[in-house]
Structures are given as C-alpha cells and as structure tokens.
C-alpha cells in the first residue's frame, strides 16, 4: 500500500503557482520523498526527489517539513501542459515504487 | 540523449494466446522494472532486474508471467494463455544505480497497451 496521501483532485489557473501537499507521517529515516507526473496515455515522468532539504530543479520546487512528514510540489508557474496526475511516493534503495491514486491537476486556461 | 523504449506500441491478442513485450532501457541503466497500469489505476510493480538477474519478482500476478534479461540490457515480458484481465498498460523503467544505493530515480518508457479480446 501506498505510504502517502493525497488530495484526488486540484485545480489551479494558467500562470498561477501550483502547490501539490502530499501526507507521509510513517516515513522512515532512510525514505526519500519523489515525485512523478502522468500526462494522459504517457508513462510516469520524473519530477525531483528529496530527503530532508528543500529541492529545486528545472521543472519545481520541493518543499519537505522539518518533520519529513510532509511535503508540496511547486510548479511556480503552471501552464497547460502541466495538467497531468502527480503521484508522491517515499522509498529508499533500489526498491519498486508503490504508487497511490495520485493528485489529478487541472489547469485551467 | 534515447529514453527508455517499448515495443509494441499496442498490442491486440485473443484470449489464450501468448504474447512478448519488449524494453529498451537507457544505455548504461543497470536496474530495469516492470509495471502494470489497469485503466484509473496508478502503475503497480511487476519485477525488477539488477543485471540479468531478478532481484525481486514478487509483483508477478501468476506463474504465467515471465521476464528475462539475458545480456542485462534489454529485457522481455512474456505472457503465457492470456486472459481479459491481462489487458493494461505495461510500463518499463531503467535506473542508473547500483544495488545497495541509498535511492534510485527511474525512468519510464511509453508503455505498451495490451488488449486482450
């Protein structure tokens, strides 16, 4: 079973910032916090991935509480393309992601 | 640089019948998964290789899935008498770490939907 926990659904406008929370109070020391995204009929894309510290790449921005319990993805300025499932998934070493039902983004134009 | 690869894109069979899909993972990804993705479902593990080994095949459904990698590149899913519920999305993914790291960031290929009549 999945780890964490996520709103089914959000929706966000062309432009805005896009702020996914996702819960995972049972984190293990040892578990990193990534994120993956699923464009209708794509396989999962890779998003970032972090321990404690807050990430940022290219694409967002990771925000992970000092507890590690949870955590937002930030898309600073969505668009379009952007509207997709987010799934948020902990795991450590070379193990299978577990994926939940995920977070389905709308935007909205 | 090629992302992961699949091939068929789509694949249509009649119940009973045997079917074989292909994974081109990343050049150089020594660890290569497979999932399975039922319509409004999230992808579901299958198997992952470290090499040409299988390091964990516990998400195989039944003995009537298989999956090699012979020369630890790319790999085969292999489908003995299908059946309806056999029909998903079959993902693949390929990671670069070695076994024993602390984490590892896959990379999917576009899957291959199999339909299963």
């Known amino acids: 079973d999945a780890k964490t926990t996520q709103p089914p659904s959000m929706d966000c406008a062309e432009g805005r910032a896009a702020n996914l929370p996702c819960n995972h109070s049972?984190?293990?020391?040892?578990?990193?916090v990534y994120w993956y995204r699923q464009i209708h009929s794509q396989g999962p894309q890779y998003i970032i991935h972090?321990?404690?510290n807050n990430e940022t790449n290219e694409m967002a921005s990771l925000i992970i509480t000092e507890d590690r319990k949870s955590s937002t993805l930030i898309l600073p300025h969505a668009t379009l393309r952007d509207t997709a499932v987010y799934y948020c998934?902990?795991?450590?070493?070379?193990?299978?992601?577990?994926f939940g039902k995920g977070t389905r983004l709308s935007v909205i134009a | 640089g090629a992302g992961v690869s699949q091939t068929p894109s789509n694949k249509v069979t009649e119940k009973g019948k045997y079917v074989e899909l292909r994974c081109d993972p990343i050049?150089?990804?020594?660890?290569l998964y497979w999932y399975r993705q039922s319509l409004g479902q999230g992808p579901e593990f299958l198997i992952y290789?470290?090499?040409?080994?299988?390091?964990?095949d516990s998400g195989l459904p039944n003995d009537r899935f298989f999956a090699v990698r012979p020369e630890g590149s790319v790999s085969t899913l292999k489908i003995q008498r299908t059946e309806r519920g056999d029909s998903a999305v079959y993902l693949c993914?390929?990671?670069?770490?070695?076994?024993?790291?602390?984490?590892?960031?896959?990379?999917f290929g576009p899957g291959t939907r199999l339909t299963v009549l």
């Open positions: 972090g321990l404690k």
């Open positions: 050049s150089g990804h020594t660890a």
């Open positions: 049972t984190i293990s020391g040892n578990e990193y």
């Open positions: 993914a390929s990671s670069l770490t070695p076994p024993g790291a602390l984490t590892d960031t896959q990379y």
């Open positions: 998934i902990v795991k450590s070493g070379n193990t299978p992601l577990v």
């Open positions: 290789f470290q090499g040409t080994g299988a390091a964990d």
